[in-house]
């Protein structure tokens, strides 16, 4: 199947291999003599191009990367990865070889101006209506400085679904910059969904002039359904009562409390952990506490090169996935470092340590430093709050990324200690509350801890409703699900009072807790559309159940390994949910390994090393005043056997 030159007779057009010019001769020749009107440029080269100096391949991708952020942002994580380090080395060598793998196409143009062809990655997913980027390798090996114009067609005839481009960057323009090798992306869209044998090619000019031959190669493409965007914002330390919507009285939360009336509230909801570190790889990687990676707030704990993570599969399904916040499972140049699991953009912190700080003099973005003004740790000066800055990026992750879907991840910091927030946010609650000041040690001083502490869920709310309004002037809000929720129970270190606020609702237990009020935690979802609005569900899930919910969503499969089950039914209010057995967590406690089970509505727990089981049960007593351990040994017995079956020792 050939291209529009085809359509005139040319298809089988094959000029003899000699110079460029005599190429154009023979071929103007006998278009003339079908009484085609011809001219030519003439020489073989662009006397401006070529007095251009040679652009780098270093140069070539610092322009991909500066002037398309966002379409280099759709390409593999490792492909971005590299253009985005061109922006500050010259190293051609490195970037040949981590761009090469990925490349679709490769160009090559001989020294007589032939275009051939050659492709490197057999098959493209693509989204209906929504642009994809490839990467095309283009070797020039002519001495002319010559454009090129992509063409496509497809096995179904005419007319095609499909428009393919090159993406302009400012200052190459159209033509080659005369280097023997550059990069270059290509646009390709197609209108309908299906599979698809296309093929791609190329004709070569100068000027206004086609003075090359094309070269075609067969490509297949599966064009789907955009899946919907996914925003998943995890606060840090926020307890179960800590909302309106979920009765908190003392402290504002409007844009929360809106989203849960435009969405689902659910009562049952539990953190994958007590603390920080393991809730968040139990969320990361689907796998509860008795396998995930990392089970404790320990640096030299990080993912590993063979965890999945969900940012991994949906990175793998089409979607760009941002991070903004505190990661917890490995630092820069670990194997847990978020650019390693699926993460084309992190902007935050990646230390446990670092992140208990809002006014550092510095937060990770990009895979460096990026430092904040006016913030100086050893002079206690404060100017930028850094979950500003955070939440700023998150927005502008959403923006750039809104023609793709995406996986905006923010586990923010908020309203983990130190107790700090800027003057606007403390001002609303200076004076409302008897005040204890707190004298700090590894946190920040504070003389008014319980005002501070509601000034910062109050800026939390703020920027959950920001994100939101930005979802919806794009007219994003049909096609996104978003889901609000906490990484584990509430603190009282650094001057927060949980007992004041009754951060835990009606359960026991704060973080470090097994008991319901370390693990149960808010969940918030709203998409309209798809998810029943101002509704309270009941149903007990988990951090687990996250991945294979968001792999269902995207389309794509979680894998053989996980413990949780995708809830997409629940959520969007249908029958024929899946019931896991048992949910199970387990946390190094100060006296030894804590352990709970959850099956129906029993719960046991045994809060230290060697001592015995608790039993409750929820339905009756969801603040686990009773103990009735003696009252069901059968009962006991099957959930004990539960712990016995989760536990695994942690793989090295």
Known sequence: MGFDFDKFGLGQFDPPTTSLGESAMILMKQLMSWG?????????????????????????????ATAHSARAASLPASVRGTIDRAKSTDADDAIIAALDPHTLLAITINPEGRVKVARGQAELTLFRGLPGYAVVKVTNQSRATPRLRPQAEFTGGEPSPFSVDFVPVPGAGPELTGEAVEYRLL?????????????????????????????????????????????????????????????????????????????????????????????????????????????????????????????????????????????????????????????????????QVHAHFHYPDWVWKGGVRFPLPGNDPKTVTRQTYAPDVIHDAAIDFVQQNKDRPFFCYVPTTIPHAELLVPNDSLKEYDGLFPETPYIGDHYASNPKPRATYAGMVTRLDRDVGRLVAKIKALGLDRDTLVLFTSDNGPIN?????????????????????LYEGGIRVPIIAAWPGRVPTNRVNDQ?????????????????????????????PMLCGKDGQRERPYL?????????????????????????????????????????????????????KRLVGFAAEAHTAPAK
């Open 36 to 64: 085609w009107v011809c001219g030519m440029v003439v020489g073989g080269v662009n006397p401006a191009a070529a007095a251009d100096k040679p652009v780098s391949l270093a140069e070539n991708a610092r322009r991909l």
């Open 187 to 351: 646009a390709i869209t197609c209108r309908d969904a299906g599979r698809w044998e296309l093929t791609i090619g190329f004709d070569a000019g100068q000027g206004t002039q086609d003075i090359g031959f094309r070269g075609v190669v067969p490509i297949l493409a599966t064009v789907r359904e955009r899946p919907p965007n996914i925003v998943l914002i995890v606060a840090d330390d926020l307890g179960y009562g800590a909302v309106g919507c979920y009765g908190q009285k003392l402290v504002k939360t409007p844009n929360i409390d809106a989203l849960a009336a435009g969405g689902t509230r659910f009562t049952q909801f539990y953190a994958g952990c007590c603390m920080c570190a393991p809730s968040r790889s139990v969320l990361m990687t689907g796998l509860h506490t008795g396998h995930t990676r990392v089970r404790a707030n320990d640096p030299k704990q990080t993912l590993l090169a063979a965890d999945v993570t969900v940012a991994t599969r949906l990175k793998a399904a089409g979607y760009v996935c941002g991070g903004f916040g505190k990661w917890g499972l490995g630092d820069a140049g670990t194997p847990g470092a978020p650019e390693k699991h699926g993460f084309d953009e992190w902007v935050g912190y990646l230390g």
């Open 493 to 513: 270190a650094g001057g927060a009072d949980p007992d004041y606020f009754r951060n835990s609702g009606p359960l026991r237990g704060l973080k470090f807790s």
């Open 540 to 568: 007990p899930w988990a951090f687990e159940d996250f991945l294979p919910t968001a792999c269902e969503l995207a389309g794509t499969t979680p894998g053989a390994n996980g413990d949780g089950v995708s809830v997409v």
């Open 584 to 636: 199970y967590w387990e946390s190094p406690g100060k006296d030894g390994m804590m352990q709970a089970v959850r099956a129906g509505n029993w719960k046991a727990i045994r809060p230290k090393l060697g001592s015995p089981f608790e039993l409750y049960d929820l339905k009756a007593d969801p603040a686990e005043t009773t103990n009735v351990v003696s009252r069901h040994p059968d009962v006991v």
